[in-house]
Each structure stands twice: as structure tokens, then as C-alpha cells.
């Protein structure tokens, strides 16, 4: 599996999809991650939307946050992206066969 692009909007989304449910996961909310990562709470949902890009010191923070290395981050959202890829995949697959 090959890494990301930096511009990958897909990447970006997944990215920031990781970043919600892992939060949600240790029940950690909005206002807690967004103090942690000294950003609003407006600033930090952006970031879980995709609608704006972290630093790599908030990237940094999150991760202390979340109790987990960088670099497993990344590779759970490179899953979570392969894994709306494949229902993507799917979805279209089923779409062609109904045609039929």
C-alpha cells in the first residue's frame, strides 16, 4: 500500500474520520481534543471535516491525545480510506449490475 498524497482530498477525509471516531472511542469530546490541541472547538471540528488541514504540532498533539504513535494514525486512516474505497468499489459494482 502506498502512502498518501499530501493533497489527497479522500486521504484528508478519512483522515479526519480516524480522528472523530478514535475520539469518540475514548470518549474524549470536541472541547477536550480542541483544548489539548490549543484550537477552538470550531478549529478542531474543521479539522475532523476535512475543511482545513492540522499543523504537524497539532498533528503531534492529537496523537498524545489519543494515546496513540503518529504513525499508527496514519496507517488506521489509510485503512479507513482503503476501506471506503472498497465499499465505493462495491456500491458502484452493484449499481452496474442492476443494469443489467
Sequence with gaps: MKGPRL??????????????LMRKLRNITLE??????????SAMS???????????VHLRKIARKLKVPGSTL???????????????THSTQEESDNED
Excluded: Y
Aim: aromatic content about 4%; glycine content about 4%; proline content about 6%.
Design 74 to 88: 496514519m496507517k488506521l486512516t489509510e485503512e479507513v480510506l482503503e476501506g471506503l474505497k472498497d465499499i465505493a
Design 46 to 56: 474543521r479539522i475532523e471535516n476535512a475543511r482545513t488541514k492540522p499543523t504537524v
Design 7 to 20: 493533497s489527497d482530498p479522500d486521504f484528508d477525509r478519512a483522515f479526519g474520520q480516524t480522528i472523530c
Design 32 to 41: 477536550e481534543m480542541a483544548a489539548t490541541v490549543e484550537v477552538t472547538p
